[in-house]
């Protein structure tokens, strides 16, 4: 998680640093719990059915956090190279909801 990225999830959720939290908690190999909860806050403040003016599906949010507030757009005329990364990380994304998908239908909930 990149610093921007953390200081606008503490931004719209404070209580991300009630327990003295900082980003070095959650750079490089900091806690897995508690970027999930950077992420969640990210994604809540960002990737809105406000926001974007539609249910957010696992691409808007994949995008959103690949590239920022804005990498849901499809405006990729405007930032190519941001778009096309974006949607490189989305398929990488993808693949993997549908091993999770596939091994759950075949082994039970892990």
């Known amino acids: 998680i990149q ?22 908690d959650v750079a490089g190999k900091g806690s897995t719990d508690y970027a999930k909860r950077v992420a969640k806050a990210y994604m809540a403040r960002y990737a809105t059915r406000k926001r974007l003016k539609r249910k957010p599906t696992d691409e808007d949010m994949a995008r959103i956090h690949n590239g920022g ?5 499809g405006k990729c005329h ?4 941001k778009c096309d990364n974006t949607m490189r990380y989305w398929e990488r994304v993808k693949e993997v909801m549908e091993i999770n998908r596939l091994y759950d239908s075949h082994f039970g909930q892990k």
């Open 78 to 81: 405007q930032r190519k190279n």
């Open 69 to 73: 507030p804005n990498g849901y757009e």
């Open 3 to 24: 610093r921007d990225y953390y200081n606008d999830a503490v931004a719209f959720d404070s209580s991300l640093q009630e327990d003295g939290e900082t980003y070095n």
